[in-house]
Each structure stands twice: as structure tokens, then as C-alpha cells.
């Protein structure tokens, strides 16, 4: 099949890379007071907006908007060629607070933003420099760019810890990720039968490339009228101004992560009977509950002791060499969010494996730490990561993988590490020969502080949300 070539060009640049060189990020985000002031100040942004092709030197921003915010920006796009429902509706509807297990004390209403009782958020920039100085100076330059009109008000500023290998609860993170067909890590690994697993087609993650159906994602595409200007790209047969081309969808979620309730639950259920702690025994079974070691060493391959020659090991599935989880438990995260070659309806076939490519996410996250709160220390991920249908991809993988209590067979079995406990009693199974050990009653130990999905559009497209043409008249 022929690979398509993409023009990184026109995308942003979170697409093709995470900005592992520039180790220090903030999420800034903005509500709309004034549309024309807003796209005045958005259009002297944009040509700093850094594309998809070079990695960036020193500093890199990015721009994404919501439903909302485009609205606002005088864009209506009517009919079943808009927005995905996911979208428009946002992360905060109420079924889809329900079917993200965002309830209880997730719920939307208790969000420090991006939630009913916050100001409504419309544009997020992502901004990433190599030291925390230039993190500094290029907030301020972009502030005054931004700002400068009036047109746009800072709601909140989401700061990170410098990044490092390891997320909050002390596992290495950012080893798995698919591999966009096209671009040269792909064609690289694509020589190697096995590593030619992770390459997915370009199309799950960026819009108007053939998706692992062969068929396009759906996608914004507009009447030829609304782009008189001729700014965006024309769809297949010319017939319409492709708003999606090149564009992403990204989620947004700032997850709470309670590093002493996971560590103290461990030490509790790994005591020894005589009452002193067993941390051998406790780092055990904090890997079975990720599915890899601290190091970052896959169970599958380093079932009882951690392995750091294998901290980036990628290379396996799960089927055929630990189908009943012995080595790594059927509900380790890990397992649960991106099962590989276990899928139904024939585990162990290349098929089982082409499904689960039709629920892969390009994970951009970075960890915060925020210093101490009330007493407790306010650490966590900003979870973010992009796909081209937010509901068959993130959601898919969140609802029916992580939430789920009954994944793969189990029962009272959500996501150890990641899901909410307001609904389900919250067991962790490891699977054993003669008897398995059951852990009952686990605490939650991940929370939801905010969150919303972002469009994350092509630069044609961005230049096009920018410029008043067609806007004002539409309104
Ligand atoms: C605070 C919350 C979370 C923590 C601490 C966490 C931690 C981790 C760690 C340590 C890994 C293994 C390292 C790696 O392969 O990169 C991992 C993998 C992964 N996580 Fe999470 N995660 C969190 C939330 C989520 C959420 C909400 C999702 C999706 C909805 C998710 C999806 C994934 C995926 C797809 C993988 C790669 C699995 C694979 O391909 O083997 N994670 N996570």
C-alpha cells in the first residue's frame, strides 16, 4: 500500500515530535472577550507557531482551540461535515462526564478550569523552551503578542516540572508510542518486522491522510463561500475548503497525582506479618499494577526483578508469550491501554494486532509540580495527547480499556494506577499458579483537576480561523 507523504509544513509541530529537547513547558490558556481583536492578535502569533518539519532550537509554541473557541472567532460550521459531536459537545457534557468516570469527586464541577463553574476556556498555547529562564522570557513575548489587542483575557497558566524521564509515582513514561507511517522512524522500524507493529497509518492522528480503515477520518470541511480568500486547502474532488487538513485533535486532561496514598497503600498490603515493611515485595507489585518496572523494564520480559538493560524495550506482545498475565497481570495499565496482540476475536493474529492500531494515542504529556498545597504536595500529569477521532481513540481507550471493571475477563477490575473509584469497588488481581492474590479496596489514587479537547489545526487552517474574511459577515 502506498505510504502517504505528509507536508509537515503545514502541521504543528506536537504532532511529529514531544519536545523531549526542550525540557520545560507551560499551558496558557485564554477566553475570548472580542473576536476581532482576538484573531488580530492570534494572526501575529501564527507565523511563530512552530511547524511539523525541523526540531525547534530553543523555544517552540503551539496554538489549539476549543469548540467554543472557534465559534467565538466567528466561525458557524453547520451540517454533518463539521465537528465531531465529541468535540462540539466537549469533554464536560454531562453523558460524557459519565462515560469518562468523571464523577464523584472528578466531577466537571469541582474542575480548577475547564469545568461549568470556571470561565469558559477558548485558546490554549502550548509553549516549551529549553531552560527555565527562556520558558520565562518567551511566556512574556508571547504574552505581549497575544494580550496586546485586548481581544484576548489569560484565564490560567499550567506550569511543569522540568522534564525528565520519569512521571510523578517514579516510573519511567514516554516509552510506547505508535509510530506515524511517513515520517523516517517509521520507515526505519517498518525493516523490522516486530518494531513494524508500532507504525500506524498517518491518518488516526492527523486529519486528511488514509486512517488504518484506508478511508479518511472525518473531518471540518467547509463551503467554497466561506473560504472566498482561497486560504485553506481544497478537499478531494475541489469541491470544499478543507478546515481539518493537517490538523489533530487534542486532549487536555490535568491529572492529580496522590504520590503518598500510592506508595502507602503499597507498603500496607506488601507488610510483612511480622508488621515491618517488605520494599522488594512493594516494588513488585507497583510494577504489576503498571505493567512495567521504575527502570521502565516490561513484565513480559522481566517478570521478577527489574531489568534496567530493558528500560526502553518495546518489542512484545502479550498473547503469545504471557496469555494468562503470570508475568504481567492482565490489568496492568499497560496492558489495559494498549492490550497489542490480545484483541478479540483472534488474540495472537496480526489481525487482534491491526485492531488495536484503531485505538492508539500519541501520549504529549508532561508532569507538574506545583509545591505544596494545604499541607499536601500538588503533583500530577498534564496528560495531552492527540488523535484524529477523539471518540474511537482517547475515549475508546479510557471507557471501555482503563475503566472498564471488567477488561479482559475480570470483574471489580478498573485500571489499578489510573481510574476513578466512584463507581465500582476497586479490586487489583495478580494472576498465580496455584492461587492468585486478590487486593481489595483500592484507594483512588489519580484525580481530575481540569481538562477539554482541543482542535490543534494545520497552519493554513490557523492562518485561516485569523484572518476576518468571511467571519464577520457570517455573524
Ligand atoms: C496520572 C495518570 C497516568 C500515569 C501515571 C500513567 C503512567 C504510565 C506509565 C508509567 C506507562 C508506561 C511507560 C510507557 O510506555 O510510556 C504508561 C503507558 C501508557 N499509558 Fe498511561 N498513565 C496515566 C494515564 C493514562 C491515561 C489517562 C491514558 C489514556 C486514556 C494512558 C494511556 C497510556 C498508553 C496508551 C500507554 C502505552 C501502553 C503501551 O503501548 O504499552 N495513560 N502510562
Redesign the pocket.
Known amino acids: 500500500m502506498t505510504v502517504a507523504t505528509l507536508d509537515l509544513n503545514d502541521m504543528q509541530g506536537l504532532i511529529t515530535r514531544g519536545y523531549s529537547t526542550l525540557r520545560w513547558a507551560s499551558f496558557l490558556m485564554f477566553t475570548i472577550n472580542n473576536p476581532a481583536s482576538a484573531r488580530a492578535a492570534l494572526g501575529e502569533l501564527t507565523p511563530r507557531v512552530t511547524n511539523g518539519r525541523a526540531e525547534p532550537p530553543d523555544t517552540a509554541v503551539n496554538l489549539a482551540f476549543t469548540s467554543d473557541g472557534i465559534r467565538l472567532l466567528g466561525l458557524e460550521i453547520p451540517g454533518p461535515d463539521g465537528f465531531p459531536e465529541e468535540f462540539v459537545s466537549g469533554m464536560t457534557d454531562p453523558n460524557r462526564s459519565r462515560f469518562l468516570g468523571d464523577t464523584g469527586e472528578n466531577a466537571p464541577r469541582y474542575w480548577r478550569w475547564g469545568g461549568p463553574t470556571t470561565p469558559p476556556v477558548h485558546i490554549l498555547a502550548l509553549l516549551y523552551a529549553r531552560d527555565e529562564a527562556g520558558l520565562g522570557g518567551f511566556e512574556a513575548e508571547v504574552r505581549q503578542v497575544v494580550l496586546a489587542t485586548g481581544g484576548l483575557a489569560e484565564l490560567v497558566r499550567l506550569g511543569t516540572a522540568e522534564l525528565t524521564e520519569r512521571?510523578p509515582?517514579g516510573?519511567?513514561?514516554?516509552?510506547?508510542q505508535p509510530l506515524i507511517e511517513g515520517m523516517p522512524k517509521a520507515t526505519a522500524a517498518r525493516a523490522n518486522t516486530t518494531a513494524g507493529d508500532e507504525v500506524v497509518k498517518a491518518g488516526e492522528f492527523v486529519l486528511g491522510y488514509p486512517n488504518e480503515y484506508g478511508l479518511l477520518t472525518d473531518r471540518p470541511l467547509l463551503s467554497l463561500p466561506h473560504d472566498s480568500a482561497g486560504l485553506l486547502p481544497r478537499g478531494p474532488g475541489g469541491t470544499d475548503a478543507d478546515l481539518g487538513y493537517n490538523g489533530s485533535y487534542l486532549v487536555f486532561?490535568q491529572?492529580h497525582?496522590d504520590v503518598d496514598a500510592f506508595w502507602g497503600y503499597l507498603d500496607e498490603a506488601t507488610r510483612r506479618p511480622d508488621g515491618s515493611g517488605d520494599p522488594a515485595a512493594r516494588d513488585a507489585l507497583a510494577a504489576r499494577m503498571?505493567g512495567?518496572w521504575p527502570s521502565?523494564a516490561p513484565l513480559v520480559h522481566a517478570p521478577r526483578q527489574d531489568d534496567p538493560a530493558l528500560a526502553t524495550d518495546n518489542d512484545f506482545g502479550y498473547f503469545s508469550t504471557d496469555r494468562d498475565g503470570l508475568s504481567c497481570p492482565l490489568g496492568a495499565?499497560?496492558r489495559r491501554?494498549?492490550p497489542r496482540d490480545s484483541l478479540d476475536p483472534r488474540p495472537g493474529s496480526a489481525e487482534s494486532i491491526a485492531i488495536g492500531r484503531r485505538h492508539r494515542?500519541l501520549?504529549r504529556g508532561r508532569a507538574y509540580a506545583d509545591g505544596g498545597t494545604e499541607g499536601g504536595s500538588e503533583r500530577?500529569?498534564h496528560?495531552l495527547c492527540l488523535n484524529a477521532n477523539i471518540s474511537r481513540q482517547?475515549e475508546f481507550?479510557?471507557h471501555t480499556w482503563?475503566n472498564n471493571p471488567n477488561f479482559n475477563g475480570l470483574y471489580d477490575s478498573p485500571d489499578p494506577?489510573?481510574a476513578p473509584r466512584s463507581n465500582h469497588r476497586s479490586t487489583f488481581t495478580e494472576q498465580a499458579r496455584p492461587v492468585r492474590t486478590r487486593h481489595l479496596d483500592l484507594p483512588q489514587f489519580?484525580s481530575v483537576r481540569g481538562g477539554a479537547y482541543f482542535f490543534l489545526p494545520g497552519l493554513r487552517a490557523l492562518h485561516f480561523l485569523c484572518s476576518a474574511t468571511g467571519k464577520d459577515e457570517q455573524r
Open positions: 512521571e509515582f516510573f519511567r513514561d514516554g516509552i510506547s486532561r491529572l497525582q503498571v512495567r521502565g495499565h499497560i491501554a494498549n494515542i501520549r500530577g500529569l496528560f482517547f481507550i479510557q482503563l494506577l489510573v489519580v
